[in-house]
């Protein structure tokens, strides 16, 4: 038969190198491009039989068929399928050879539409050509399904191409790589090596719907070798679910989330329509030691039609829900020209709302169905799934909802807002809370003496990020979220008759001398000395204003690299504590002194010791408690 020989463009030549050498950042899948075009092949043929009844195709037995021959060192991708006549190899092979560079550039910049996208994306031409990255010559040789006649096309993927019509072609298409010699330095793997194929197969095309095979070493007998099939086919999510064993769910999680545990929950997600894509997602029972590591991997990954695209996709779900571990396929996505990395779309940023609100419902399910189960994934995840509280707006209702707290309450069962909501006392208007490094820490703490005495529910807050989820809420149902360290507090105020006023205004009076004076010897340190209604039992405590950042905020910010400046904070001082006495009764008799400077100066440290900080100087504070305790023996 007669061969026609074609030059490429040599812009076309050009962008054809750069191709082969920068587009795919891994020469593996290579393999992955050709499998997906015999895949598509199969499902192009399938569908024509069942469209046209008089087409004369077997199809009983639709298939992909791997060939290495290690001493031609060639890899040949063989299909069965719909084929291509001599004008469709022209037309789909010439994507890039028959377009030239401002062509394909032009098709490149509207891929972001759907006519770009079906110019590009899934077009036989494109990945077609990745095959050049690990063959010096590509052979293809195909027959459209229906027809007599095959075409034979050739290149060395550098100045031309060669067309040839042939008779004798199978129906389908195979590709034949002549292989380059194996480089590792530069990532070319030896792609004639039964083990390598296997391998690329297992990761990029396991779901694959139709069989994979490669031929295997024949028998000593002499006997024909029965092929082996490489892909399991098994895409749980694409089955129905009484289709499926819970340990079959749980052999895939432990595979893909690399876990030898079995997950806390399965969500299964299937979404039809324009736009179609499932989903089969795992929370897991254990956080990862590298939960919040700046490298932490998460673990959804991305498959287009059964052939996987990318592990740990960022897209799909929002960074707070990073522990989720599953697989999101879709039938169709805007990727780029080598399908490794997407493009933002609304078909993207449809699929994270509806799976962030799917796994979000998964746990309020959980919440109020499961809640031993519920309890673990909140002990394990609850921290991270806080930070969604300040970053995700759109679904802070539904996190609150999911959200549960230590309190006052109980000493070991969490609440949640709507039930705190539900014990408030009659007359009060916030919720309060109050956050520290323990629990421990937190119920020791003089802001909570007043609270406790009234027996007045507090949200104990351990978390770091509670410092901010707070502020970025700021209130739920109405109600505040109020911290007990932050604003100035009187919890008898609507209480008192007109006596009890009139007390304070005298306390108020008798001390007025001693806060003026504090505060001018301690203006270093402090804005404000005055008297508090929050305590009970300690002498004095630091409190910050309403809208300022708390120290561990403060700090958390530092730690970030945003410097922020240092507010000062108020003492508060407990007017009915024997020490605050003595100090007020000393001032009033002796006025300013060194020894009463300095026991001003301890009750600050005393205070700021309290809530678990640091004094400014601690060798000064040390040597003036060491010199009062030596004078009291």
């Known amino acids: 038969m007669s061969t026609q020989t074609f030059e490429f463009q040599v812009e076309a030549r050009q962008l054809l190198q750069l191709m082969i050498h920068s587009v795919y950042?891994?020469?593996?899948?290579?393999?992955?491009?050709?499998?997906?075009?015999?895949?598509?092949?199969?499902?192009?043929?399938?569908?024509?039989?069942?469209?046209?009844?008089?087409?004369?195709?077997?199809?009983?037995?639709?298939?992909?068929?791997?060939?290495?021959d290690?001493?031609?060192?060639?890899?040949?991708?063989?299909?069965?399928?719909?084929?291509?006549?001599?004008?469709?190899?022209?037309?789909l092979i010439g994507t890039i050879a028959n377009s030239g560079t401002a062509e394909f550039l032009r098709e490149l910049r509207e891929s972001k539409d759907a006519a770009g996208e079906e110019?590009?994306?899934?077009?036989?031409?494109?990945?077609?050509?990745?095959?050049?990255m690990v063959a010096?010559?590509?052979?293809?040789?195909?027959?459209?399904?229906?027809?007599?006649?095959?075409?034979?096309?050739?290149?060395?993927?550098?100045?031309?191409?060669?067309?040839?019509?042939?008779?004798?072609?199978?129906?389908?298409t195979s590709v034949t790589l002549h292989l380059k010699p194996a480089d590792p330095e530069n990532q070319l793997h030896d792609y004639a090596s039964p083990w390598k194929i296997r391998e690329i197969v297992k990761r990029y095309s396991d779901f694959i719907t139709w069989p994979i095979r490669m031929a295997t070493e024949a028998p000593a007998d002499g006997e024909e070798p029965a092929p082996e099939t490489l892909n399991s086919m098994k895409a749980l999510w694409a089955r129905p679910r009484d289709q499926v064993s819970d340990d079959e769910y749980h052999e895939l999680y432990k595979h893909i989330g690399h876990d030898w545990r079995d997950p806390l929950e399965t969500i299964r997600l299937q979404a039809e329509g324009t736009f179609e894509y499932q989903a089969l997602l795992f929370l897991p029972e254990h956080a990862p030691h590298d939960l919040f590591t700046r490298d932490f991997r998460r673990g959804v990954q991305l498959y287009v039609k059964r052939v996987f695209i990318m592990d740990d996709c960022e897209a799909l779900l929002p960074p707070y829900l990073r522990f989720v571990k599953?697989?999101?396929?879709?039938?169709?996505?805007?990727?780029?020209?080598?399908?490794?990395?997407l493009q933002q779309d609304r078909h993207i940023e449809m699929m994270r709302r509806r799976l962030t609100k799917k796994v979000l419902s998964t746990v309020k399910d959980l919440m109020g169905e499961e809640s031993d189960r519920y309890a673990t994934f909140w002990r394990e995840f609850?921290?991270?799934?806080?930070?969604?509280?300040?970053?995700?707006?759109?679904?802070?209702?539904?996190?609150?909802?999911?959200?549960?707290?230590?309190?006052?309450?109980?000493?070991?069962?969490?609440?949640?807002?709507?039930?705190?909501l539900e014990r408030m006392k009659d007359g009060q208007e916030d919720i309060y809370y109050l956050t520290g490094e323990s629990r421990q820490a937190i119920e020791n703490s003089p802001h909570m003496e007043a609270f406790r005495d009234r027996g007045i529910e507090v949200l104990l807050l351990t978390d770091a990020v509670d410092e901010v989820w707070v502020d970025a809420v700021g209130e739920y149902e109405g109600k505040k979220l109020r911290s007990v360290a932050k604003g100035e507090f009187d919890l008898d105020a609507k209480s008192e008759d007109e006596?009890?006023?009139?007390?304070?205004?005298?306390?108020?009076?008798?001390?007025?001398?001693?806060?003026?004076?504090?505060?001018?010897?301690?203006?270093?340190?402090?804005?404000?000395?005055?008297?508090?209604?929050?305590?009970t039992v300690s002498p004095a405590c630091v409190v910050s204003d309403a809208h300022e950042l708390t120290p561990a905020l403060e700090n958390m910010y530092r730690a970030m690299g945003q410097e922020v400046p240092r507010a000062k904070r108020i003492l508060e001082l407990n007017p009915g504590h024997a020490l605050v006495q003595g100090l007020n009764e000393?001032?009033?008799?002796?006025?300013?002194?060194?020894?009463?400077?300095?026991?001003?100066?301890?009750?600050?440290?005393?205070?700021?010791?309290?809530?678990?900080?640091?004094?400014?100087?601690?060798?000064?504070?040390?040597?003036?408690?060491?010199?009062?305790?030596?004078?009291?023996?």
Do not use: C
């Open 119 to 132: 110019g590009l994306i899934g077009q036989f031409g494109v990945g077609f050509y990745s095959g050049f």
């Open 382 to 420: 609850g921290t991270v799934l806080k930070e969604g509280l300040v970053t995700d707006a759109e679904n802070r209702e539904a996190l609150l909802a999911v959200s549960s707290f230590a309190s006052t309450h109980h000493e070991s069962e969490p609440t949640t807002l709507k039930q705190y």
């Open 326 to 341: 599953g697989v999101v396929d879709a039938a169709d996505l805007t990727l780029n020209v080598s399908r490794e990395i």
């Open 136 to 172: 010096d010559e590509v052979t293809l040789v195909t027959r459209r399904a229906g027809e007599s006649q095959g075409t034979r096309w050739t290149s060395r993927g550098e100045g031309t191409y060669t067309l040839t019509a042939v008779e004798d072609a199978p129906q389908g």
């Open 25 to 68: 950042s891994n020469k593996d899948v290579f393999l992955r491009e050709l499998v997906s075009n015999a895949s598509d092949a199969l499902d192009k043929l399938r569908l024509e039989k069942l469209r046209d009844d008089a087409l004369d195709v077997e199809v009983s037995d639709l298939h992909i068929e791997l060939d290495i």
């Open 586 to 633: 000393a001032y009033t008799e002796h006025g300013d002194g060194t020894e009463l400077a300095e026991t001003a100066e301890l009750l600050y440290g005393l205070a700021v010791l309290a809530e678990g900080g640091q004094p400014k100087e601690p060798a000064r504070f040390v040597k003036l408690m060491a010199e009062r305790l030596e004078k009291a023996l």
């Open 70 to 91: 290690s001493e031609a060192r060639t890899l040949t991708v063989r299909d069965n399928g719909i084929g291509m006549s001599y004008e469709e190899v022209g037309q």
């Open 499 to 535: 006596g009890a006023e009139d007390e304070r205004e005298k306390r108020n009076e008798a001390y007025a001398g001693l806060l003026e004076w504090m505060g001018k010897r301690l203006e270093d340190d402090i804005k404000e000395v005055r008297l508090s209604s929050r305590l």
